[in-house]
Every structure is written in C-alpha cells, then in structure tokens.
C-alpha cells in the first residue's frame, strides 16, 4: 500500500505529552509510522509513496468538536464549513435536546421552529433543505450513513425531539409532565437510539431556549421521574450525556443546589459520562466557580463529570446585516429595517434619522431591564471593532466606548457611524459571556483545570449572531503562541484539549491521537501564520438562508481520514467524513 511521509514536523501528538520533531507515515486511512522513517528500505517511491516536506510546520491529530449544531446541515451539505476550514476533522451534533429526530409527520413544522428559535438558524432554509426521509432516530442515522462529508459526524438523542414525540404536544410545554407509560417510552426510545449508534443524550434546561415563537423549551423543568428513568436506560445502554442548565448564571442559591442536586442523582443511576455548559456570566460573574467546584467535587467522588468551557468568550456578532444591533429597538430604526442592508445604512445617514434614532436609543436604554438585551444594545464597554486578522484576547482599553472616550464623543454615536459607514457590513464583536472581569484571566482558570473539555462552538448554529465554529483555530494562536508564561497556555495542552480529550470523552478512541493505529486524521499548521479572518454573511443556505461563514490562514492541509480534504484555505472537494455509530475502540 502506497504511503504518505510528512517529514521533518513537529508533532504535537495530542496526549499532552512534549512536542517533538519527528515524521509520520500515513497507509490508507491510518497512520503506519510516527518517528523516524527511513530513507532506505522504509520508503518505497516504486510503490507509489510520496514524501512532504514539513519543515517549519507543526502536526496535530484533527480537531474535534463535540459540541455542534450541524443536524440539519449535514443533510444537505458536506463541506460542513467553517469548522472543516479550522482544522475539525469529527463533530458531535444533537446537542442541548434539541436535533430532527425522532420526527412525527406531524412535528415537522414545530421542530423546524424549536431549532429556529433556540439555534437562530433560518426556518426557511431548514424547511426546504430537510429531506425528512427518516422518522426514528434509527431512521435518522441511517439517513445520515448514506451521505458523506469533509468530517466524521456522530449524533446525541435529543430530548425536545423524543418529548414531544412521545407525548405530542404536551410535550412542547415543560410544565407538563409524562405519565409513568411515557416516561418509559422516552427511556426506551433512548436506549434504542444508542443501540443505532448514537453518542449519547443530550437535554437543555435553560431559559434562554425558546422556540420561533418565544414559548420555553419543553425540557426545561423535566422532573427527576422522566431523567432518572432516561438515566437507567443509559446505564443499560450506554453512551455520554451532554446538557446546559442554567447553573452557571442563577443568582438563586436554592435552585443552584436544587439543580445539582438532580443532577448528581443523574450521574449516580446513570453511571454514564456527564458534561455540560460552564461559563461566567456578567450578573453572575462568580457563580462558574461554585459550578466548577461541584464538578470537582463529583470527580472526587469517583464519577466522570466535565464542565463544557470555551476558549474565549462566547461572541455574539453586531451589525446591520446581523441578527441584532445596538439600535434595533428604536422606532425610527424600524421603519428602516425590511430595506436590504446597503439601502439601510444609506438611509441611517439621511438627513435627521441620525439624531432621532440616536435620541431614540438614548432615552430607551435606561428603561431596559439588566440581562441580555440591554447588554447589546447599550454596553458598548464591551463591544468591539473586528480587526483581520481577529484579536479574541479582548482588552476592555480597546472597545468601542473607550475609543469614543479617547476621541471625546458619544459612544452611541461612535457606533451609529461605524455601523451605517458605506454599505453596512461592519461587525462589533460583542462578549456575551466569559468577559466579566474585563479580560481574560477568566476563560485561563477554565481552560487550565483539570476537569473541563473544550466546546460550547455552536457551529452550524447562531446563524446571523455567533460565528465561533474558529474556536480551534484562536485557542492556537491566543493561548499557545501570543501568550507566554503564566499569562499563556503550553500548546500540548491546547492540542490535547481540541483533540484526545474530546475524543475520549466521546467514546471515539481512535482518533485525536498522532499514533500509530489511529485514524489518519492531522492537521498541518503553519502556526506562524495561523490567523481567523473576520467573519462574513452569506446566503449559501437553502430558500437564500444566510449564515456567518469565517476563513482561516495557516492550515497548510487537513487530512481526514488518509485524504487531503484542506489545503491552504481551500476545500479540496473530497468527502471521506462518515457516520460515526457508538464507540470506537
């Protein structure tokens, strides 16, 4: 069999252990050889090998993402972008409850709007890119296997979808709860969806997710009967358990210890591994810690749980063109806001709406109630101009109201100008999350304990808002290469984070690993280069849908599985990725 030699790399193997220079010999869809490889009787060019030269370069094993909302995506699409042009060569979907399957006739519309609602992603494209032609979740992975992508793709059960499967529309409203008979249905449609192939379940108990139309996720107050009869069923079934909760942001001390507490019970009947979303938030800005010290708590115990934490704040994206801005509440800036986006911002600059949607905003900010809304459109401390390359290590001496200050004007006016300039494409980042404290010491606690796995990308989801499917590619460059010393990270430990420990956690134990046997899966970075490019909106979706896409530079190649599916930026057109059913050995 003819064999690929990358010579002369430093490999970051992606157990942790110290980088060194050492070549790989790739066979198939595995690597053969990690180390020296001969010129002599160990490289046969009759055969057909090929050597490349990658001096300069490091080796990484492909990223893996196991925390994405591709679910209906992959259905109609295989270059699964961005994450497959940041280095990410397997994902995880079905995250957070919610996914198309198990999918009654009937529920079609309602989960296209449960998915709309919670995820931002375009109801109009799901409708006409979704081919339905699946109905269980056995159904749905079978669907899955006959297609193919520039990634490996596994698939947790999602909870809203077996909900509402098994008790139809009351399943819809979280104040219902199931009957003893339904509560044994939904446990037996998750053990046959593990038994198919899935990676495990997944359930959203947050607030914060909410349909098209603005109603409470139904899981949301699941009670301890309907998780606990899901749990026996994994302990008999097997696989991971995935959820956000609401733990990391409650002011509530009783429904902190409430919530853990169920929690806890769930790991315990389960016995199965449990993760699930960490991250600080601004009018919670401590409570992380109690999360992270409970996780620990539970590690000691003897149980496998991991706080889900990000490598940098978790951005939403600000702009004409974007789901939100800091003036789309303002009356005179409804009037404006069904003109396409160029005609928009010609119009912003028209004689006197400048002052009255600004005198509009003035005096409607003060009247918002404190949380999420009022943070985008008035906390202009805490959004950003986006620079190319983009600089995630935020410093609040660097925001927009801290360039207003130094210029002596409004900060409100400063974004008016900045956002209605020329066709209005600009973007503000604005940290949502993880930027309490002004800076990054946050997100370098998480990242550096013990007990946490990288995710919480939402790639494929947050369509017009989030673009940061290029976490891999800026826990790279910010933590491992721009930082150093206490204030950074060791990039052995950042590898491990983006690749073996995902996959373990995953159950996928062969892959995330520059070894031997393992899947011939490996990035090839130039990290002197290594740069995420502002992210831009297309309409690539079905029915015209938009989303935010986001290039890289310095992936000089991405292999998947023994194939080139990356060089430089670019797609390669090869689609090696499959459906990843259970656990690999």
């Known amino acids: 069999m003819a064999r690929t030699i990358i010579r002369g790399a430093l490999v970051v193997d992606g157990t942790g252990s110290p980088a060194a220079r050492r070549d790989v010999a790739v066979a198939g869809d595995r690597i053969a050889e990690v180390g020296e490889v001969g010129e002599g009787g160990s490289i046969d060019r009759a055969a057909g090998d090929i050597e490349i030269d990658a001096t300069g370069l490091i080796v990484t094993p492909g990223f893996v ?91 947790h059960v999602p909870h809203a979808a077996v909900r509402t499967y098994v008790m139809g529309e009351r399943g819809a409203d979280h104040r219902e709860r199931p009957a003893a008979q339904e509560c044994e249905r939904m446990a037996a449609l998750v053990a046959e969806g593990i038994a198919a192939g899935a990676v495990g379940f997944a359930t959203s108990r947050t607030d914060v997710h909410r349909t098209n139309a603005g109603h409470n996720i139904g899981t949301l107050s699941a009670d301890a009967d309907e998780l606990l009869a899901i749990a026996g069923a994994l302990r008999r079934a097997g696989g991971v358990i995935q959820l956000i909760s609401d733990l990391y942001q409650t002011t509530d001390d009783d429904l902190f210890r409430s919530e853990t507490d169920l929690l806890r019970r769930v790991v315990e009947v389960s016995g199965r591994p449990l993760s699930f979303t960490m991250q600080q938030a601004y009018h919670a800005p401590e409570r992380w810690r109690a999360q992270m010290a409970w996780v620990d708590s539970m590690v000691d115990a003897g149980h496998d ?101 130094r210029r002596g004007i409004d900060a409100a006016a400063l974004t008016y100008d900045a956002l209605s300039a020329g066709d209005g494409d600009q973007l503000l980042y604005f940290p949502l999350f993880n930027f309490a404290d002004g800076d990054m010491s946050v997100v370098h606690r998480m990242l550096a304990s013990p007990n946490v796995l990288l995710g919480l990308s939402d790639a494929g989801a947050h369509c017009g808002a989030i673009c940061d499917a290029s976490m891999p590619t800026s826990s790279l460059t910010m933590w491992a290469r721009d930082r150093s010393g206490e204030h950074g990270l060791s990039i052995e430990r950042i590898v491990h984070l983006n690749t073996e420990r995902n996959a373990r ?81």
């Open 65 to 155: 993402d196991l925390h994405t909302h591709f679910d209906g995506q992959i259905t109609w699409d295989s270059e699964v972008r961005p994450s497959s042009l940041h280095g990410v060569t397997s994902i995880a979907v079905g995250n957070c409850g919610v996914g198309f399957a198990p999918a009654a006739p009937d529920r079609h519309d309602w989960l296209i709007g449960l998915l709309e609602g919670v995820e931002d992603i375009p109801g109009t494209a799901l409708a006409e890119g979704l081919t339905w032609d699946w109905e269980t979740f056995p159904d749905y992975l079978d669907a899955l296997d006959r297609r193919s992508w520039t990634v490996d793709v596994g698939a």
């Open 305 to 405: 749980v991991k706080a889900q934490v990000a490598a940098r704040p978790i951005g939403v994206l600000l702009g004409l063109a974007a789901t939100a801005n800091p003036f789309m509440l303002c009356a005179s800036y409804g009037e404006l806001a069904a003109l396409p986006v160029a005609q928009r911002a010609a119009a912003m600059r028209g004689a006197g709406r400048r002052e009255r949607i600004l005198a509009e905003h003035a005096a409607l900010t003060p009247t918002l109630q404190p949380g999420i809304l009022a943070q985008l459109v008035g906390k202009f401390e805490a959004m950003f101009r986006l620079s190319d390359p983009v600089d995630y290590d935020l410093r609040v001496d660097e925001s927009v109201a801290a360039d207003a200050a």
């Open 505 to 585: 956690h995953l159950g996928w134990a062969d892959r995330g690993v520059v070894a031997p046997g393992h899947l011939a899966d490996l990035n090839l970075i130039d990290l002197d280069r290594l740069a995420c490019h502002p992210p831009r909106l297309v309409n690539d979706l079905p029915a015209g849908g938009r989303r935010l896409v986001q290039d890289a530079s310095g992936y000089v190649a991405t292999v998947k599985s023994g194939v080139i599916t990356q060089r430089e930026g670019r797609l390669t057109g090869e689609t090696p990725g499959r459906l990843v059913r259970g656990a690999r050995s």
